[in-house]
T-cell receptor
């Protein structure tokens, strides 16, 4: 399995500001994803972070609001831009372990964001 | 696209009893079904998964069953313990390419009473 760390683990931010969340994996992985989990809800995929190219966003999520970087096979960042209270959620980094395209998917510990 | 329904949304059992959580999926092409456990303040942890070429898989007190014809799969926890209390999510994915997305159920909050 892959060991995933996220920074920060939690933050309280003012509306209109931006926060960048970092995801570090202990091994090279094929796929990296970013999810949002609103309070008491299930997981919603924001985007797939593609190494060396632009991220692939799901319906309802746009690059201007959630810019993503993935400079290599072990690291990615998600920025939540121009935040509003509706952005208060848990943001989760997720990876498919190893180089296998049919591998299992693992999640990081999450970043708990509160926007005031 | 795929749609996954999960029931019940909350489940309360007495310690030592069994717990069963059920999920149905809509896309008959789905062939990979993981289950995740999310404890308070933590990220989801994979606890068991099953692929469509088998009907049942067990790991100690946890088992998953799959009925491809009816398009549903279930998580069974036997001899429940207080530390089993958490939110459980089922998911489904089609194809063997991990680039295909997991679709998650709505989650089940399991409470095990000592």
């Amino acid at each position: 399995s892959a060991v995933i760390s996220q920074k920060p683990s939690r933050d309280i931010c003012q509306r209109g500001t931006s926060l960048t969340i970092q995801c570090q994996v202990d091994s090279q992985v094929t796929m990296m994803f970013w999810y949002r989990q609103q309070p008491g809800q299930s997981l919603t995929l924001i985007a797939t972070a593609n190494q060396g190219s632009e991220a692939t966003y799901e319906s309802g999520f746009v690059i201007d609001k959630f810019p993503i970087s993935r400079p290599n096979l072990t690291f990615s960042t998600l920025t939540v831009s121009n935040m509003s209270p509706e952005d208060s959620s848990i943001y989760l980094c997720s990876v498919v372990g190893g180089q296998s395209l049919s591998g299992t998917q693992y999640f990081g510990p999450g970043t708990r964001l509160l926007v005031l | 696209g795929e749609n996954v329904e999960q029931h019940p949304s909350t489940l309360s059992v007495q310690e030592g009893d069994s717990a069963v959580i059920k999920c149905t999926y809509s896309d008959s092409a789905s062939n990979y079904f993981p289950w995740y456990k999310q404890e308070l303040g933590k990220g989801p942890q994979l606890i068991i998964d099953i692929r469509s070429n088998v009907g049942e898989k067990k790991d100690q007190r946890i088992a998953v069953t799959l009925n491809k014809t009816a398009k549903h799969f279930s998580l069974h926890i036997t001899e429940t313990q207080p530390e089993d209390s958490a939110v459980y999510f089922c998911a489904a994915r089609w194809g063997n390419n991990a680039g295909n997305m997991l679709t998650f159920g709505g989650g089940t909050r399991l409470m095990v009473k000592p």
